[in-house]
């Protein structure tokens, strides 16, 4: 009888520290990433990004699993030259101390002041720089460094994997996420609202006006992104069809379906594309088509903007597509191979 008191009594406890800990969301907060969260648990404001939960700020709540973040983020080291367009938008560049590989940055002039961390990082270096927080993507700094290093000296590591999404308005909404943890919010959702209405004004009514061939040969087969990824997607909204389903192809499948392509688009950086794979000549008419690769704004280290800015306005991206399906091509990030 008394095991069950005590049972019973815990398991009321629990329930308490359970109901406690619920977030309050904000149900309208994101509007296309539904795996984020965003709300309140006892007043304070809650962000929670896949399995982990953040406090932004605030009095810390106790006997929840929360982690507990200083707002805004200062001393942060960034892994990603997306993240740095993200925070170069909401203007808080000066609460970044650190960029990993930060030759890959399109616009050098921009990180004068910021200390280069090359890869793999060493712990000391981190601590030397005084480092607070770490934003990685998987696989990314969390793994060079090690998070249960990291932590036994107060510094967090937040995970943003963005670059994951599918869809070009759920990756540009992250920005919403930089707003929250820099205390840039009006600026982010600013952001994310003129971008949003100007892609969707875009989108072509029209469809399948031209056969898009995407991605190139690599170690003898043809990669490309599947058929429902991020850049096929920005095609399909240009009113292009995209011709391949598969990410991996090989030579006799991808030869039955270049012989149907009006466009191309490599997507790599190869300045000698032709020369890169004595396989493309077995492509009957690949040299015939229109070819448009993403090497208009490259810098000397291989840093690729497309992937920094371009991530930060799809609507960009969607109208140079739209203009070389329509065959009167406006520059941006494309130039004309052949």
């Not at 998987?138 to 599918?166: P, T």
């Not at 009957?284 to 280290?301: A, L, M, Q, R």
């Given at each position: 009888m008394i095991k069950c008191l005590i049972l019973l009594f815990t398991l009321i406890l629990y329930g308490q520290e359970t109901l406690a800990c619920t977030i309050n969301p904000d149900k309208n907060y994101f509007k296309y990433l539904k795996n984020l969260k965003v709300g309140r648990i006892s007043g304070q404001r809650i962000l929670k990004i896949d399995?982990?939960?953040?406090?932004?700020?605030?009095?810390?709540?106790?006997?929840?699993?929360?982690?507990?973040?200083?707002?805004?983020?200062?001393?942060?080291?960034?892994?990603?030259?997306?993240?740095?367009?993200?925070?170069?938008?909401?203007?808080?560049?000066?609460?970044?101390?650190?960029?990993?590989?930060?030759?890959?940055?399109?616009?050098?002039?921009?990180?004068?002041?910021?200390?280069?961390?090359?890869?793999?990082?060493?712990?000391?270096?981190?601590?030397?720089?005084?480092?607070?927080?770490?934003?990685?993507?998987?696989?990314?700094?969390?793994?060079?460094?090690?998070?249960?290093?990291?932590?036994?000296?107060?510094?967090?590591?937040?995970?943003?994997?963005?670059?994951?999404?599918?869809?070009?308005?759920?990756?540009?909404?992250?920005?919403?996420?930089?707003?929250l943890l820099f205390n840039k919010e009006s600026e982010s959702i600013d952001h994310f609202n003129k971008v949003e209405s100007d892609y969707l004004k875009h989108i072509s009514k029209k469809k399948n006006l031209k056969k898009v061939l995407v991605g190139s040969f690599y170690n003898g087969s043809w990669f490309s992104p599947g058929i429902n990824s991020y850049f096929a997607n920005i095609i399909k909204d240009a009113g292009g069809k995209y011709l391949l389903q598969e990410k991996v192809l090989n030579i006799e499948k991808i030869i039955i379906k270049a012989k149907d392509a009006e466009i191309w688009f490599p997507h790599n950086n190869w300045i000698k594309l032709f020369r890169s794979d004595p396989q493309y000549r077995s492509l009957?008419?690949?040299?015939?088509?229109?070819?448009?690769?993403?090497?208009?704004?490259?810098?000397?280290?291989g840093g690729i903007d497309i992937w920094e800015n371009g991530i930060l306005y799809p609507n960009l991206i969607l109208k140079e597509i739209q203009s070389i399906i329509k065959g009167n091509h406006s520059p941006i990030w494309y130039k004309k191979l052949h």
């Open positions: 399995n982990k939960t953040y406090q932004l700020g605030g009095k810390k709540i106790k006997d929840c699993d929360l982690v507990f973040l200083n707002i805004p983020l200062e001393n942060v080291l960034i892994s990603s030259t997306t993240f740095w367009a993200f925070i170069k938008a909401i203007k808080a560049t000066s609460n970044i101390s650190g960029i990993i590989d930060s030759k890959y940055i399109f616009n050098q002039n921009d990180i004068k002041n910021i200390t280069n961390f090359k890869t793999p990082l060493r712990l000391e270096f981190v601590l030397k720089h005084k480092v607070k927080n770490i934003l990685s993507y998987q696989s990314g700094s969390k793994d060079l460094i090690g998070e249960g290093r990291i932590s036994k000296f107060n510094i967090v590591n937040i995970e943003i994997n963005e670059h994951k999404e599918d869809n070009p308005l759920k990756r540009l909404e992250w920005v919403k996420v930089f707003g009957e008419g690949i040299f015939k088509i229109d070819v448009y690769n993403f090497t208009n704004k490259v810098n000397e280290s």
